[in-house]
């Protein structure tokens, strides 16, 4: 059985502890242990909970320029993640329990983290007939989250009907709050720098109309709703009142929301152009605060790879999306430590303990104790890194924050007691193009 | 000056350096010799990426009378429609030896990314870009201005132009806006609440949603082509409602002051925002407008290609 040690840790709650690891368990957690195996000298950095990401785009199958399921293992161990959910806006998409199997068999072979298919509600991610929900849910996946990400769930009675059909296995519905109609063409922010700028505008009331009406069918049917990438104000204040109703109802916001805003459009380089767009620097503040008040559940990458021709182009016809994998991490130290908004306890609940809960996610964001699963992030917490897009470990490239100073990095990662990630380089999967 | 991308790249006394450029290209080019030769040897290229006849021979026209080489690709029916970028169709050009490049596009800092992305070198000059700006547009209804205001007043302080119809999609009003505050003038837009952009209170300008109120104060009514398929995205119910609140027809054209002047930067739906009437009327300036931008992208063509000791000096050489 392999051992490992991590020699004088610290926790989040900054006790300072060796962790030894047998097998694929947590085995003795205390001071002054030994092993015949591994030992990893940790001083100076913080053993956490294995993050969880519950919105990530691996593009396979169908796009494996972008991204693969093995590159996007990669990437997410590189960002500290021991679980990923792979979105359904494949091609084909995975509406079926054939793709969702196909997907979750591709992560099992990576063996670097775990892969969990999300299903897609509508057929073809078409808004007009159920997916076959039940199937992918009964499948080897067993999928628990169905959404048409990307899209909208924004036919009323089919957003009703499938909030209502999970319930048969405590499922949930994540949806795109985008109501199509008033997101005509939009290509960023409706607001004094889109009208500018000459771009069509994306209204924050786009995005919360449709939470509003989501909120009260989940209260209607009493399931459970999941709003994707939050990315306003006003919607932040719909997730406090729905949560003060005791609604079910989760929420997560993404890196990139909580520190860009629409601002750096000015220039037209589609890197910064991203679904929902960037919004202003009061919705940041706003995001900032709903997720250190537990009005947003969870921080979620939305990590959307692409090859470099989709963004090397004018502003209208390069695609919407941003890695995010592997700068996850230090945008939320950056963010939400240092500013004091947050402290560690609560980045263990928005980046592991609260998505893998509500995705169902077994051993997945279980805290560090004895006897369970060792799915573990090691983190150096004040480290100053450049991000650099050359050497992300991802196959596509399009971060908006090359060049960009942040504060926390992973330094290794351990997946089911395998050491995945040690001193930032991925163990596993080495024989692949990155480009 | 490398390129032209917005007025917003141009200070009020580099505008005016333009205009006063295209004045005396207009002393020198009055004869029946209509042809510098300025920029023999150089080449311009007109990219369009839409159709638009009437710019694309203007600048035609401008670089011609510059003993310019010129070349014209339309997007359509070429390796574009087959699905070429605009990326491979810039530097195709520029292989081609483009010195400037001047660009229309559907998408809005197309312009600028040709310009900013490091694919091309050669300057380029912005003939339309999507919703956002139609610089050269401005400079020539700029010039048109000054003729009717004093040829050689260097800013439009006192002068209260109105703008007039779809504001939001309109490239020529945002470029427009922004010269003529630049220059010093009062401006306000006039449009329906659906035809105004977002956050209008931040552009610096007056607005209404009332053509009739205050037409009697304005020296300058400044039309814009409205689209009627706008009717289809809710932004007004039909032509003749949008007509009766909007067009300038003639009982409004009646009421505007002596010496004001009516604009229009073509093509015009006579019937729609302005009557026939109107637009034939002895306050309308349109066709100036045409033989003026000539002069004007003459002017700027110049003053990109032509050196900057010329061109900072305005000597024609």
New interface residues.
């Given amino acids: 059985m392999s051992e490992l040690l991590l020699k004088n840790v610290t926790l989040a709650d900054n006790s300072q502890v060796d962790i030894h690891i047998k097998g694929d368990r947590i085995f003795a957690i205390g001071s002054d242990l030994s092993t015949t195996g591994e030992v990893l000298d940790c001083s100076g950095l913080m053993a956490l909970p294995g993050f969880v990401d519950l919105h990530t785009h691996v593009r396979e199958p169908g796009k494996e320029n972008a991204e693969t399921v093995l590159t996007g293992s990669r990437s997410a161990v590189r960002g500290g993640f021991t679980a990923v959910s792979a979105m359904p806006n494949t091609n084909p998409v995975a509406d079926t329990a054939g793709v969702v199997e196909q997907v979750l068999r591709l992560g099992k072979s990576a063996g670097l983290c775990d892969v969990f298919p999300i299903g897609a509600v509508s057929a073809g991610l078409n808004g007009e007939h159920l997916a076959e929900i039940g199937a992918m849910a009964d499948s080897a996946a067993k999928v628990r989250i169905f959404s048409d990400d990307g899209k909208c769930v924004s036919d009323p009675l089919l957003m009703r009907r499938a909030l209502e059909y999970v319930k048969i296995f405590d499922g949930v519905i994540a949806q795109h709050a985008q109501e199509p109609r008033l997101t005509?063409n939009a290509?960023m922010n409706?607001?004094?720098v889109?009208?500018?700028?000459?771009?069509?505008?994306w209204p924050s009331i786009a995005e919360e109309s449709i939470i509003a009406r989501d909120i009260l069918l989940a209260e209607t049917v009493k399931s459970r709703l999941h709003i994707c990438h939050v990315s306003t104000k006003g919607s932040v204040e719909l997730i406090r009142w729905a949560k003060s109703r005791g609604i079910s109802v989760t929420a997560e916001v993404t890196p990139h929301h909580l520190i860009l805003t629409d601002e750096l459009v000015r220039?037209?380089?589609p890197i910064y152009k991203v679904n929902p767009p960037l919004r202003t620097n009061d919705d940041v503040v706003a995001l900032r605060a709903g997720l250190a008040d537990g009005t947003i559940d969870i921080v979620a990458t939305d990590h959307a790879p692409h090859p470099a021709?989709d963004k090397?182009?004018?502003?209208?016809?390069a695609a919407f999306g941003m890695v995010g994998l592997e700068t996850a991490f230090g945008v939320v130290v950056t963010t939400m430590i240092r500013t004091g908004l947050m402290d560690w306890k609560r980045l263990v609940e928005v980046m592991s303990i609260n998505p893998a809960r509500i995705g169902g996610y077994g051993d997945q964001g279980q805290p560090l104790e004895v006897g369970a699963m060792a799915h573990i992030t090691v983190v150096d917490p004040k480290k100053e890194w450049t991000v650099d897009k050359q050497a992300l470990i991802s196959r596509s490239s399009n971060t908006p924050f090359h060049g960009s100073t942040l504060t926390g990095d992973v330094i290794h990662t351990i997946y089911r007691g395998a050491l995945v990630l040690k001193d930032q380089r991925v163990m596993g999967g080495e024989n692949v193009s990155n480009g | 000056m490398k390129h032209l991308l917005s007025i917003n790249d141009i200070t009020a006394a580099e505008a005016i350096s333009i205009l006063d450029t295209a004045a005396q290209l207009q002393n020198l080019t009055s004869g029946t010799v209509k042809k510098l030769p300025t920029l023999r040897g150089r080449t311009v290229v007109n990219l369009f990426f839409e159709d638009s006849t009437r710019t694309r021979l203007s600048f035609d026209a401008a670089a011609k009378r510059l003993s310019a080489d010129v070349t014209n690709f339309a997007a359509k029916g070429s390796s574009v429609s087959k699905g070429e970028s605009l990326k491979d169709t810039a530097q195709t050009l520029q292989a081609m030896g483009a010195d400037a490049i001047v660009i229309r596009h559907g998408a809005s800092g197309a312009a600028k990314r040709l310009a900013e992305s490091g694919w091309v070198s050669a300057s380029i000059i912005n003939a339309g870009d999507g919703t956002h700006e139609h610089p050269t547009q401005a400079l020539l209804d700029a010039f048109t201005i000054r003729k009717h205001f004093g040829p050689t007043r260097s800013d439009f302080v006192g002068l209260k132009v109105a703008i007039v119809g779809d504001i939001v999609h309109s490239r020529v009003a945002r470029s427009n806006v922004l010269l003529l505050k630049k220059l010093g003038a009062d401006v306000t837009v006039i449009a329906p609440p659906t035809l105004i952009p977002y956050g209008i209170e931040s552009w610096g300008v007056a607005h209404s949603f009332n053509l009739d109120e205050d037409l009697e104060s304005f020296d300058v009514v400044m039309m814009l082509r409205v689209q009627l398929e706008r009717m289809n995205e809710a932004y007004f119910p039909n032509g003749r409602e949008y007509s009766r609140g909007y067009g300038l027809d003639e009982v409004r054209l009646g009421r505007l002051k002596a010496h004001a002047i009516v604009m229009h930067p073509g093509p015009m739906n006579r019937g729609l925002e302005i009557s026939a009437a109107s637009a034939d009327s002895v306050r309308s300036v349109v066709l100036e407008q045409v033989s003026n931008g000539v002069l004007v992208r003459m002017a700027v063509l110049y003053q990109l290609l032509a050196g900057p000791d010329q061109a900072a000096t305005g000597v024609l050489a």
């Fill in positions: 005509i290509q409706e607001g004094v889109a009208s500018e700028l000459g771009l069509t505008g220039g037209y380089d021709e090397d182009c004018e502003w209208a016809s």
